[in-house]
């Protein structure tokens, strides 16, 4: 469903990602939009649904599972995605990657996410360490890492390939 860009959004949640969200994710990983400043390659919704199922068991409460999805949700409806990957339960840290739909962008919903994730993540006993890649000239979300507290330690270059 695509909202009217006018329209503020009141509420935002996470909930865990399913297997049913796969066909969603793999939309958003084919926009344009959404590749402009990231590696996202399209995957058809069978593997996603595979992806999310081998994501079933993992949890930050039981400490298992090297990635964990969420969908953020705008007033009820799918807004985007929060991933952290490359959990290491011994280091205590992971890698944390997100997206917003275009018809969200703007208006809160991937702060709100991305912030949500982070109060788990981060909560006493849980992770210590999460870190973001942030392209160059991605300036909205290099402003959404600043905004809970999220660093910049350094330069990757040629990282990864993006699209001209």
Do not use: H
């Amino acid at each position: 469903m695509v909202g009217d860009p006018r329209e503020a959004v009141v509420e935002v949640t996470i909930r865990r990602a399913r297997s049913a969200d796969a066909r969603l994710i793999s939309t958003w990983r084919g926009m344009e939009e959404l590749r402009r400043y990231q590696p996202l390659l399209p995957l058809p919704p069978g593997e996603l649904r595979r992806i999310l199922r081998s994501e079933g068991g993992a949890s930050l409460d039981s400490e298992r599972g090297r990635r964990i999805t969420w969908i953020l949700e705008a007033d009820g409806t799918p807004a985007g995605w929060v991933s952290l990957s490359n959990i290491d339960w011994v280091q205590r840290g992971a890698s944390l990657g997100f997206n917003v739909a275009p018809w969200a962008q703007g208006k809160g919903v991937g702060r709100r996410g991305v912030a949500l994730v982070l109060d788990r993540a981060l909560g006493p006993g849980r992770l210590r360490r999460v870190e973001a890649d942030c392209g160059g000239g991605n300036e909205a979300s290099q402003r959404l890492l600043e905004r809970p507290g999220f660093q910049g330690e350094g330069r990757l270059r040629a990282v990864a390939s993006l699209p001209p």
